[in-house]
């Protein structure tokens, strides 16, 4: 494997952004993890804090680790950067610049606190993008910070209340309405952690609203120790996704041919009968 920190330039955020790749051996292509970082990290964390580059060795995953600031990855009302925007356009870079499979089927994201946000967010408002997401310790229902007291980060990122837009229980019913794909979908929380709370709120709206997904709960709180031990299970996660993605892709023509050949046959049945009526 290698790690790759590399610089180029942002159109959404308007300057020059670092972002950390992790690069398996090999020729490629290879499915890729899109891996945010939390509130007080930056796009070395995920490489330096656990054995990422080790776990995702075992199952030829490109990682890649972009940089999203104190911005909740979020468009901010009035501001030049676009942190949300800026996500979606270094999937574009890593494609051009690396071997990776472009397709929904072998492209997943994760993160952790407000990089779980961001990644469920992102996801669910972009569910083209992704076959899978997986949120550790994330903060799901940032409302509620709103309520407490008014967090400052949090009104950066998104003005003076929660947009619609940026709310992550909106966004699972507007996706639940739709008839559009749906990523595979996993969050965790240690049940020591202070964010366990909002979990098990989002986790409520999920069921209430009957969209599939799976939720777990572990001992431990909002530390590296949690995140290095459970990152393990979320590509384990996402290489399942990738596998389900592609088999679903696979069988789409086959229905279609055989639904054709089905037609085909039901109108050659028809000819036949004319021709054999009197």
């Known amino acids: 494997m290698a790690i790759i920190e590399m610089h180029h330039f942002s159109t959404a955020l308007q300057r020059h952004i670092g972002l950390t790749v992790i690069v398996p051996e090999g020729p490629g292509p290879h499915p890729a993890v899109y ?4 509130l007080s ?30 911005s909740f990855y979020c468009n901010a009302p009035g501001a030049v950067e676009r942190a949300e925007d800026h996500i979606l356009e270094t999937i574009a870079v890593v494609d051009r610049t690396f071997k990776t499979i472009p397709e929904r089927s072998a492209r997943a994201i994760g993160g952790l606190s407000m990089g779980g946000y ?31 007291d008014g967090y400052q980060d949090l009104i950066h990122a998104f003005g003076d209340s ?37 979990n098990r709120v989002f986790r409520d709206h999920l069921q ?13 709180g909002h530390s590296w120790e949690y995140w290095d031990e ?14 389900a993605a592609k088999r679903d892709r696979n069988q789409r023509p086959a229905r279609s041919t055989k639904s054709a050949a089905k037609k085909s046959e039901m109108k050659s049945a028809k000819k036949s009968a004319k021709a054999r009526a009197p």
């Open 35 to 38: 891996q945010l970082h939390g």
């Open 41 to 70: 990290d930056d796009h070395t964390v995920w490489s330096r804090r656990t054995s990422i580059e080790r776990y995702a060795e075992r199952h030829g995953l490109l990682i890649a680790m972009p940089e999203g600031g104190r």
């Open 118 to 148: 961001g990644a469920m967010k992102i996801a669910l408002k972009h569910p083209h993008l992704f076959a899978s997401v997986v949120s550790h310790s994330g903060c799901p229902d940032c409302r509620v910070r709103f309520k407490k």
């Open 162 to 198: 929660m947009p619609t837009s940026e709310d992550a229980l909106a966004l699972a019913t507007r996706l639940k309405r739709s008839r559009g794909p749906r990523p595979a979908i996993l969050f965790d929380c240690g049940t020591e952690d202070f964010l366990l709370d909002q």
């Open 208 to 220: 209430r609203i009957g969209l599939a997904h799976e939720y777990r709960e572990f001992p431990g």
């Open 230 to 243: 459970h990152v393990q299970e979320a590509l384990l996660f996402h290489v399942a996704a990738f596998a």
